[in-house]
């Protein structure tokens, strides 16, 4: 099961390609791709299941209990950084890489992939974080290129008897500044939750988060820059006790100060119940950038389902979806961009089932109730 699903994700990875061809952009041919050695990476690390924290060209890599910190500074004689992080298969604990790579006239390349598989229950619990930094020295031509890939995958799964309770968190922030070169950062987060029990209580949250304050895709560059940000959430509960579902995606921040630089963001939610689960969804999108935004959200739950599309050009695009679903009341569409609504019955049973009510970066969106 590990290898089919890294053989899906490396399929996913397939699509950045299409995406590069596809002309989702106003001037694709002009888009960042990406070069042999973030290919190679790809290719090789993908299909490792062992962990992996590991420098090349200059620097240190540190390996922890569930931690990687990598720093790169100027390599000699214009060399690349490459820095590669791999987590793989560690339910119950963190997962936590932290990447600073420094260049000049060589390119700076990191590649994260973090990976749990639960299957533990009842309780199932797990924190991703990625923290990527990338800069040019104020010294010297500052010329070189950047490159980033964070991928993040979760799927929980439990049929253990008794009360069940499944958490996601995924945390993310990348930073790429270069004066002529370019920049390209993809970002892949996955959260598959599925639970099934006659218990009293079933309970579910997901969390990706890669918005200001606390996360973000920045970049700055008078040569282009490229963002793509992709955020996939799943929950299904089967059962007939009292079921709670919670997902809340947020991305992204700014990008300059190339008229061609392209910002995309892809956000999906999909979550499944018994007819008297509460189910909140708040996916929220902004993007900032010199050349072209696109936000694309789709939100799915018992009784309704929304699917939008934001796009604009040289300035801020920002869009929410909210979904609430509850025994008598139902609604699926555009929000109106507020960061904290108030706590709905939904909220606080999540909060006294011992999931807490903020994910310790920012407060959980909730949706109030509507009859």
């Given at each position: 099961m590990y290898r089919r699903r890294l053989a899906a994700l490396a399929g996913a990875i397939g699509l950045l390609?299409?995406?590069?061809?596809s002309g989702v952009a106003a001037r694709a041919d002009t888009l960042v791709t990406i070069d042999s050695t973030m290919s190679s990476l790809i290719s090789t690390y993908l299909n490792s299941t062992q962990?992996?924290?590991?420098?090349a060209g200059s620097g240190t890599a540190v390996k922890g209990d569930g931690t990687c910190t990598i720093t790169q500074g100027v390599p000699t004689n214009g060399d690349k950084n490459i820095a590669v992080c791999v987590q793989s298969n560690t339910p119950?604990?963190?997962?936590?890489c932290t990447i600073t790579q420094t260049n000049d006239s060589g390119n700076n390349y990191a590649f994260v992939f973090q990976h749990v598989i639960d299957n533990g229950g009842p309780t199932e619990d797990a924190t991703q974080t990625s923290?990527?930094?990338?800069?040019?020295?104020?010294?010297?031509?500052?010329?070189?290129?950047?490159?980033?890939?964070?991928?993040?995958?979760?799927?929980?799964?439990?049929?253990q008897a008794g009360d069940q309770s499944q958490k996601v968190q995924q945390f993310n922030t990348t930073d790429?500044?270069?004066?002529?070169?370019?920049?390209?950062?993809?970002?892949?987060?996955?959260?598959?939750?599925?639970?099934?029990?006659?218990?009293?209580?079933?309970?579910?949250?997901?969390?990706?988060?890669?918005?200001?304050?606390?996360?973000?895709?920045?970049?700055?560059s008078m040569g282009l820059s490229q963002a793509i940000a992709t955020q996939s959430q799943l929950q299904s509960l089967t059962g007939t006790g009292v079921q709670t579902q919670t997902i809340d995606p947020r991305c992204c921040s700014a990008q300059g100060i190339n008229?061609?630089?392209?910002?995309?963001?892809?956000?999906?939610t999909n979550q499944a119940g018994n007819p008297s689960a509460t189910q909140n969804a708040d996916s929220f999108g902004t993007c900032t950038s010199s050349g072209q935004c696109s936000i694309t959200q789709s939100s799915t739950n018992n009784k309704a389902s929304f699917a939008t599309?934001?796009?604009?050009?040289?300035?801020?695009?920002?869009?929410?979806?909210f979904c609430t679903s509850g025994v008598d009341f139902s609604s699926c569409?555009?929000?109106?961009?507020?960061?904290?609504?108030?706590?709905?019955?939904?909220?606080?049973?999540?909060?006294?089932?011992?999931l807490t009510a903020s994910t310790g970066r920012r407060s959980i969106a909730t949706v109030s109730s509507v009859t």
């Open positions: 390609g299409a995406l590069f061809s962990d992996a924290c590991v420098a119950g604990t963190s997962q936590e923290t990527i930094t990338q800069n040019m020295s104020t010294v010297g031509t500052a010329s070189g290129s950047n490159f980033a890939e964070i991928i993040q995958i979760v799927k929980q799964s439990t049929k790429q500044s270069s004066t002529t070169g370019t920049n390209f950062a993809s970002l892949d987060e996955s959260s598959d939750q599925s639970a099934q029990s006659d218990s009293s209580m079933q309970t579910q949250l997901s969390d990706q988060d890669a918005s200001d304050p606390d996360g973000h895709i920045n970049q700055h008229s061609n630089d392209v910002f995309t963001i892809n956000q999906s599309t934001t796009s604009c050009n040289g300035t801020t695009c920002s869009n929410e979806v569409g555009p929000g109106g961009f507020a960061p904290v609504l108030g706590a709905t019955a939904a909220f606080r049973t999540l909060a006294t089932s011992g």
